[in-house]
């Protein structure tokens, strides 16, 4: 029997690009887009309900 992977995994985005929302700071030329464009990422903390996309967000970032 195949094991199945839960759909939000399967449609979870790998790549900024397919990040979806919050544009006013991850669009091209907002504050967070800049300094993960740079490449000298600080200590981040994310803060939001359940669902927002703060890990995904983390693990496109790391």
């Known amino acids: 029997m195949e094991i199945k992977r839960p759909l939000a995994d399967?449609?979870?985005?790998?790549?900024?690009?397919?990040?979806?929302?919050?544009?006013?700071?991850?669009?091209?030329?907002?504050i967070l887009r800049k300094i993960i464009d740079s490449g000298k990422i600080p200590n981040m903390f994310f803060h939001g309900p359940s669902g927002t996309g703060k890990t995904t967000l983390a693990n496109i970032i790391a």
């Open 10 to 30: 399967e449609i979870r985005p790998e790549r900024l690009e397919d990040f979806f929302g919050q544009e006013h700071i991850l669009g091209h030329g907002a």
